[in-house]
Structure formats: C-alpha cells, structure tokens
C-alpha cells in the first residue's frame, strides 16, 4: 500500500517555465489537497478536491490550477512560474467528511522541492 | 524539555527524557485537534488525535492535552529517543470542515 505519491520529488525551473505536479493515492480517499511549505511556515492550502472532476480554491490559490480528472489523481500545475513559488508542495488525501464521523485526518505524501529561479 | 509559553520553534531534549511541545490554536470554533509529525524529508506524518469532548488522549509513548479555555494543547513525548527528532506540528479543525489550519511547527532535537 503506497499511500499518497507525488512526483517528481525535486525540480528547478527557470521564471516563465510550466510545470506539472502529479498526485496519487491508493486510498481510495474522495478529499484531496494541494499545500505549499514555506520556511517558518506551517502548511498553507492552495486549492482542494471534494471529488473527482470537482475543484476549490484554498487560501494561497493565486498563480495555481488544478484538476481532478480522476478519483486518485490530482494534479498541481504552474503555468508560468515566479520565483515566489519556489517551497515545497504536499498532497494531501482524506475519506469524506460524512464516512469519518466528521474528522480530518489527512494522509500525506512526501513531497515535491521546486525551486524557481 | 518544555517548550514554554504559547509557541517556542526549537525544543532540545537530552534522549529518555519527557518532551513537552505546546501550541496555542486561534479558533473558538475548533472542535477536532491532531498532532503531525514530519521528519526531514518527509511528509507530516499523523501521530494523535483529539476531539473537544476529551480533555486527553493517550497513544503508545504520547499523550495530547486539550486546555478550551485559554486555547492550547499539548503533545506530551514519553522517555524521548532520537527517533522522535523532527518538526511536530498542531493542527485545528472544524468538525465536518475540510480546511485544518497549521500552526508554525517546533523543531525538536533530541541530544544523545
């Protein structure tokens, strides 16, 4: 059992450049998240999915898609990236509100390190 | 070790001694807590869970204390070992709400 994966695990793009972020859980979680790290920072959500083909902006949404074509996968994208975007990013997986008596738990992977430069 | 007052980022511990890490949350609101731990590397890892209705919870060698009234909780290591070295982060979270709201995390070190 793989839990959640994210690939690549390390990346550096130049200003300007586009790339994707792929996520994948075994779980057969309905929830999943996108986060950035930041030094000093606790984890700050960029968009999330309550399901597939569904999508919401978090709270640092600004300069990211995302789509969730399929129920494991969800996918972070940038399309021209900054040099403000360089942190880490975390995927994160949950089972649905309803079916965990209402709590959170969030099962993560371990992580992609982008540096823009 | 303690980390003392609201939120210390570092904590070094001398190894087989007791960790306390502490973290004040900022909603009223908040009704369900856990406790993450990341090791370098890695992703936060979930350790312990506490709903609002408990004062505490204990897990093998851990222990989380809920304080409502001021807004903190705790996550108590027992008989620390170096494998317990890592960022340990607090996390609230309104029942039935997909958002949970990190704190800054504290570093602990544990020193042989």
């Known amino acids: 059992n793989a839990g959640v994966t994210q690939t690549p695990k390390f990346r550096v793009l130049k200003t300007g450049q586009s790339m994707t972020l792929l996520c994948a859980q075994d779980?057969?979680?309905?929830?999943m998240y996108w986060y950035r790290q930041d030094p000093g920072m606790g984890l700050r959500l960029i968009h999330y999915?309550?399901?597939?083909?569904?999508?919401a902006k978090g709270e640092v949404p600004d300069g990211y898609n995302v789509s969730r074509l399929k129920k494991q996968n969800f996918l972070l994208g940038l399309e021209s990236a900054a040099p403000s975007q360089t942190s880490v990013y975390f995927c994160?997986?949950?089972?649905?509100?309803?079916?965990?008596?209402?709590?959170?738990?969030?099962?993560f992977g371990a992580g992609t390190r982008l540096s823009v430069l | 070790g303690e980390s003392v007052g609201l939120h210390l980022p570092t904590l070094s511990v001398q190894e087989g001694d007791n960790s306390i890490i502490n973290c004040a949350y900022s909603?009223?609101?908040?009704?369900?807590f856990i406790w993450y731990k990341q090791e370098s590397g890695k992703g936060p890892q979930f350790i312990i869970d506490?709903?609002?209705?408990?004062d505490k919870r204990q897990g093998q060698r851990v222990t989380v204390l809920l304080n409502k009234t001021v807004k903190h909780l705790s996550l108590q290591i027992a008989a620390t070992q170096p494998g317990d070295s890592a960022v340990y982060f607090c996390?609230?979270?309104?029942?039935?709400?997909?958002?949970?709201?990190f704190g800054a995390g504290t570093t602990v070190t544990v020193r042989a």
């Open positions: 994160a997986s949950s089972f649905p509100l309803g079916l965990a008596g209402g709590l959170n738990i969030q099962y």
């Open positions: 779980m057969n979680h309905e929830y």
């Open positions: 999915s309550v399901g597939e083909g569904t999508t």
């Open positions: 909603n009223s609101a908040s009704d369900y």
């Open positions: 506490i709903r609002s209705n408990m």
């Open positions: 996390a609230e979270n309104i029942s039935n709400d997909y958002k949970l709201s």
